[in-house]
C-alpha cells in the first residue's frame, strides 16, 4: 500500500533557527497536506498543496509540493518556543484514496 | 459547533471491558474518519463515513472494533474486550466531503487500558 517517509523523525534546534522537514512517497499524490499537533490536541492544518511545483508560505512557514508529486518540505523560519510539537505529512491520491499520514516531526526548541 | 468535539477525552477502563468513543463532527461535514494514535506514532486509518454509511472498514484492526453514524452527524467507536495494545489516542476528523477535502481534526479520546 502506499506509505510516507517523514524524516527526520525529530529535531533539538535552537531558537531562532530554521527548520526543514520532508516527506516522500512511492506514488504519486494529488495534495499533500502539512499538519502540526500540540500536546493533547488533534492535528491542526497548517499548508495545503494542490499542484505540483506549488510554494506556499503561512507566516513563518513555507512548503513545496515536489514536481514529481512524490514528494513535499515543510520550512519553518526563525523557529520559537511555540513551534514545539509533531508535524505530520499527509498525502491524498485520485480515486477516493483515504488521506496518508507520515510518522511525524517531533520538534524541540530550546530558548 | 465551531469544530470538531470527541468524548470523554479520557477514558481508563479494564482488560475485558466495553468502551464506546463519541465523535461530534463539524456541522454541515459529510465526510467523517477515525484515526488511531499510539504513543509516539503517526496517525493510523480506522475507518470513514460518507453520510451514515461506511465503504471501507478494512483500517479497523480486528472485529473488536466498530462504528456507526446516525443522523449523518454524531459517530460512535465501539471498542469490545478491550485489550492493553488498544491504548491510545483516539481521533476524529471531519471534512465537507470525501477525502479530497481538507480534514477538520478533534482533539481526541486518550484511551488507557488497565
Known amino acids: 500500500g502506499q506509505q510516507l517517509n517523514q524524516s527526520p523523525q525529530s529535531m533539538f534546534i535552537q531558537e531562532g533557527e530554521d527548520v526543514s522537514m520532508n516527506c516522500t512517497s512511492s506514488s504519486i499524490f494529488n495534495t499533500w497536506l502539512w499538519y502540526k499537533q500540540d500536546p493533547g490536541e488533534g492535528p491542526v492544518l497548517l499548508i495545503a498543496l494542490y499542484k505540483a511545483g506549488e510554494l506556499t508560505s503561512n507566516g513563518r512557514l513555507t512548503a513545496q509540493f515536489g514536481i514529481t508529486r512524490k514528494d513535499s518540505f515543510l520550512n519553518i523560519s526563525a523557529s520559537i518556543p511555540s513551534d514545539v510539537g509533531i508535524y505530520f505529512c499527509?498525502?491524498?491520491?485520485?480515486?477516493?484514496?483515504?488521506?496518508?499520514f507520515g510518522a511525524g516531526t517531533r520538534l524541540f526548541v530550546k530558548a | 459547533g465551531a469544530g470538531v468535539s470527541q468524548s470523554p477525552s479520557n477514558k481508563v477502563t479494564e482488560k475485558g471491558k466495553d468502551v464506546e468513543l463519541r465523535c461530534d463532527p463539524i456541522?454541515?461535514?459529510?465526510?467523517l474518519y477515525w484515526y488511531r494514535q499510539s504513543l509516539g506514532q503517526g496517525l493510523e486509518f480506522l475507518i470513514y463515513f460518507q453520510g451514515n454509511s461506511a465503504p471501507d472498514k478494512s483500517g479497523l484492526p480486528s472485529d473488536r472494533f466498530s462504528a456507526e453514524r446516525t443522523g449523518g452527524s454524531v459517530s460512535t467507536l465501539t471498542i469490545q474486550r478491550t485489550q492493553q495494545e488498544d491504548s491510545a489516542v483516539y481521533l476524529c476528523a471531519s471534512s465537507l466531503g470525501l477525502f479530497t477535502d481538507t480534514q477538520y481534526f478533534g482533539p481526541g479520546t486518550r484511551l488507557t487500558v488497565l
Open positions: 456541522s454541515g461535514h459529510t465526510a
Open positions: 499527509a498525502g491524498q491520491a485520485t480515486g477516493g484514496f483515504k488521506t496518508i
